[in-house]
């Protein structure tokens, strides 16, 4: 079968991130499109996998198909599974709920990692996360560390790295990539709440700048990419 330009670009980045066929992969999979397109590539590149769900618990029966829907492609691609549930809301009483919530999941992540032998974590961020990542971070002032956006790579403990290997892939690209193989995904109601900034970000801001420059997203990240370079020098 042809590869789809997914996976060709998703092999390309890891090339440049020096993971190989060999090491123990951990994948990150909410379900969504993007951790499935992600697992499915790496499934058919044959990695050394393994996989991480954490249940927040924060959309009840939701959140619990979610779970089940993961499991089942799990066992599917034959691939073993960590599932953790946690009360998010339960924890971030009264504190910023996504901040708590991405710590919770990647001291989940270190964990699963550390049980599975994993040397690699991959989350399935793409494109449009870091395009969405810079405006919050410019909306609220930042300085050139804080224009970087988010690392492709980060060093979560010894040698167990976090990797996001989709960075610089489009949404676009991962949706045309589970449609040609017919991938069934889950959709996050939350995704579509106003109620934070980020979706206020991707469903009203972002489609409004387009219209003065269709390719803003790109535009953002190639003067991202200049800051971090000036930064770096």
């Given at each position: 079968l042809e590869m789809t330009k997914f996976e060709k670009q998703l092999r390309t980045e890891m090339r440049k991130l020096g993971v190989q066929k060999s090491d123990r992969i951990l994948v990150a999979v909410s379900g969504g499109a993007d951790s499935t397109a992600l697992l499915d590539a790496?499934?058919?590149?044959?990695?050394?996998?393994?996989?991480?769900?954490?249940?927040?618990q924060l959309r009840g029966a939701e959140s619990d198909a979610d779970e089940a829907f993961v499991c089942s492609l799990a066992q599917a691609l034959?691939?073993?599974?960590?599932?953790?549930?946690?009360?998010?809301?339960v924890a971030a009483e009264g504190k910023n709920l996504e901040a708590i919530a991405r710590q919770i999941r990647y001291d989940f992540l270190l964990r699963a990692a550390e049980a599975s032998n994993a040397k690699f974590i991959f989350t399935g961020h793409s494109r449009e996360d870091q395009v969405e990542t810079l405006l919050m971070r410019l909306l609220r002032g930042t300085g050139a560390a804080g224009l970087r956006g988010i690392h492709q790579t980060r060093n979560l403990s010894g040698d167990i790295k976090l990797v996001r290997p989709m960075l610089n892939i489009s949404r676009a690209e991962i949706l045309a990539h589970c449609k040609h193989y017919n991938l069934a995904f889950r959709s996050d109601s939350s995704n579509h709440s106003l109620d934070f900034t980020?979706?206020?970000?991707?469903?009203?801001?972002?489609?409004?700048?387009?219209?003065?420059n269709p390719l803003f997203g790109e535009t953002l990240i190639q003067t991202a990419t200049q800051i971090s370079a000036d930064d770096d020098y």
């Open positions: 790496l499934a058919r590149w044959k990695g050394n996998l393994c996989v991480a769900h954490l249940n927040h034959e691939i073993k599974i960590i599932v953790e549930r946690q009360e998010v809301s980020r979706n206020r970000i991707r469903h009203e801001l972002l489609p409004e700048l387009k219209k003065y």
